[in-house]
């Protein structure tokens, strides 16, 4: 079955950081990219609270599928694009503000079919764009050192090597919960309030399946681009690599200046990063 013959219902979906996040770059005027419609929460919230326009950019499609059942309400307020948001500045130019919020989304969690969830069975996916190599195409030619590094580096699991040894001993590994049961098998029983054992080397495998770092890290230089001198950039995090990536990127482009108004707070674990852009216009990878 196909993940567009299970529309999930976004009627209800907001995101968890909407309503500090449009408190933050208030007043909204003007016109906006979010970099991750998703369900279109910050779409929808950016427009009611005053933007002319935002351009919807996600790289699932199937995002733009669910919209149809609302999109039509904004009369030409919202315009899709499907891409990356690293490729952000080839879509709009001279915006007053840029929207991210990082991650995965419960819609993709929540259809079996992408294969992202670790307790919900279904096909080693993880493709956001629903094309490319899969995390089964990771952990069915990657040799033993090159899974361990990709676990150990964006999972940060210590246990990296022996689950890297296991996934390659358990070969051909097809679905969620076949991995699943492999990295339980690695690690000591869950107790009670811990996360579930496969977490991070499912995240792991998610953030090299999608390139999430370096799509970060180009699309913050993108938005640089594509802002307009005192646009907005406003980006929400949800772990540590992540959001050192995003500070750091911000104190680099302010250059320390005051003018350049970085605000960060955290809620519940994830984290909203606001600047103004105050900084000069570059090409040039700031962490290079």
Not at 83 to 93: K, M, V
Not at 234 to 253: G, L, N, P, W, Y
Request: charged residues 25%; aromatic residues 6%; proline residues 5%.
């Amino acid at each position: 079955m196909s993940p567009a013959a299970k529309l999930p219902d976004t009627s209800a979906h907001i995101p968890v950081l909407l309503r500090p996040l449009i408190e933050a770059v208030a007043p909204v005027s003007g016109t906006w990219l979010d970099g991750t419609f998703g369900a279109g929460g910050y779409t929808r919230a950016l427009l009611a609270a005053g933007a002319d326009k935002v351009i919807a950019v996600d790289r699932d499609p199937l995002v733009f599928e669910m919209a149809k059942a609302w999109a039509g309400d904004y009369e030409g307020r919202i315009e899709m694009v499907q891409g990356t948001f690293s490729q952000l500045d080839e879509y709009a130019s001279d915006l007053d503000g840029v929207v991210l919020d990082l991650g995965i989304s419960s819609m993709q969690i929540d259809i079996p079919e992408r294969g992202f969830s670790f307790m919900k069975d279904g096909p080693l996916d993880m493709r956001m764009s629903q094309s490319g190599e899969s995390a089964a195409d990771i952990c069915n030619t990657a040799d033993e050192a090159e899974l361990a590094d990709i676990i150990y580096l964006y999972g940060e699991e210590r246990a990296s090597r022996r689950i890297a040894r296991a996934i390659v001993a358990a070969r051909p590994v097809e679905t969620t919960l076949q991995l699943a049961k492999i990295v339980e098998s690695c690690l000591p029983r869950q107790k009670p309030g811990q996360s579930h054992p496969a977490t991070r080397t499912f995240q792991a495998l998610r953030i090299a399946v999608n390139d999430e770092y370096g799509q970060l890290a180009e699309g913050l230089m993108a938005a640089e681009r594509a802002l307009k001198p005192g646009g907005l950039l406003a980006v929400v995090t949800f772990h540590s690599v992540e959001d050192r990536m995003v500070k750091r990127f911000f104190q680099i482009r302010s250059g320390g200046q005051g003018n350049a108004m970085v605000v960060a707070g955290v809620i519940c674990g994830c984290w909203i990063c606001c600047a103004r852009s105050a900084w000069r216009s570059s090409h040039r990878c700031p962490w290079r």
